[in-house]
């Protein structure tokens, strides 16, 4: 795959219209014990768009996407979802806080993890069937007794997880265990099970981290044609270069805080974002679009974003 990183322009100065909103989440404020690790997070999030939550470590990137999916419960704010078609309760605006993570994921909210979680011993084909076979309706039973029913459901399992396969472009894989795939593959591959769900929220959890130059440039193009067929993607991100080719928006986190909001060349100039960045505020250390190497570079990594000292765990 060729194609190269282009930047979207998709970004808007102006509110979001309300039939437009797919995720809107109000003065979040999560604590453990004497540790705040989200405090009065608000964003909002349009449907098929790109948003890109960006930020040091220990800024609060994982404990956020851990509120929306269930595993956190808040201690303040509220998390209001619209589901899509393919959803429970498709376009009625429901709350997130307080909903188990597979009543969530019934909703419409998928997600992967910074650290690849596939089922090593299972093909790259019954992978993406795990998260495909959570949306029908045929039970243990059927499957048994191979009944009508649990014959239909397997049949379309297979189609389904070989359509989202030639998506990520592992269709040649198919029969390949996941442990064989190289790293890159096995992050498309853990997007193609997230995608069997049906969402139409996508949570991504630093899916470039570890991939190389070309990959990155592949991942960028995947997740484009995702946001094109109307999937909203939320995105944790350090690759700088990914951020702001891809993104119409960009959140920034800093200790766990909302310090920027807006397109990525309103963000990367924004004093506040230079100064959590680079420690000082200053014209000398300006960020500017032309400072950040292009990532389809030959021999080009990630721009890392400076890590605070990360003693908190999961408070990210």
Avoid: W
Avoid at 220 to 226: C, G
């Amino acid at each position: 795959m060729t194609t190269a990183l282009t930047k979207p322009t998709g970004g808007s100065d102006e509110p979001i219209p309300a039939g437009d909103v797919v995720l809107d989440v109000r003065n979040v404020t999560l604590r453990f014990g004497g540790l705040t690790s989200l405090n009065d997070v608000s964003l909002q999030m349009r449907r098929g768009s790109v948003l890109a939550v960006i930020g040091p470590n220990g800024a609060g990137k994982t404990s956020l996407f851990n509120c929306l999916t269930g595993a956190y419960t808040p201690q303040e704010g509220s998390v209001e979802f619209t589901p899509g078609p393919g959803g429970k309760g498709a376009g009625k605006t429901v709350g997130l806080l307080g909903r188990r993570p597979h009543k969530i994921a019934r909703l419409g909210v998928a997600r992967t993890f910074q650290n690849i979680r596939l089922f090593p011993a299972l093909t790259v084909l019954e992978n993406v069937q795990v998260g495909v076979e959570t949306r029908q309706k045929s039970d243990a039973v059927s499957s048994m007794l191979r009944l009508p029913n649990a014959r239909r459901d397997q049949r379309n399992s297979v189609a389904e997880a070989y359509r989202l396969l030639e998506l990520v472009g592992l269709t040649s894989k198919s029969n390949e265990l996941a442990a064989a795939l190289p790293y890159g593959e096995q992050r498309r591959l853990e997007i193609a099970r997230a995608l069997g769900t049906v969402p139409s929220l996508l949570l991504l959890d630093e899916p470039a981290a570890g991939t190389n130059p070309t990959e990155k440039v592949e991942l960028s193009a995947l997740i484009r044609r995702i946001a094109d067929t109307g999937v909203s993607v939320l995105l944790i991100e350090h690759d700088m270069p990914l951020v702001m080719g891809l993104a119409n928006e960009v959140v920034v986190l800093n200790f766990g805080k909302v310090i920027a909001t807006g397109r990525p060349d309103q963000v990367q100039r924004d004093p506040a974002v230079i100064e959590a960045y680079l420690g000082a505020e200053s014209e000398e250390t300006a960020v500017d679009a032309t400072d950040l190497p292009d990532a389809t570079a030959p021999g080009t990594g990630a721009v890392a974003a400076p890590r605070h000292d990360d003693t908190t765990g999961d408070a990210r």
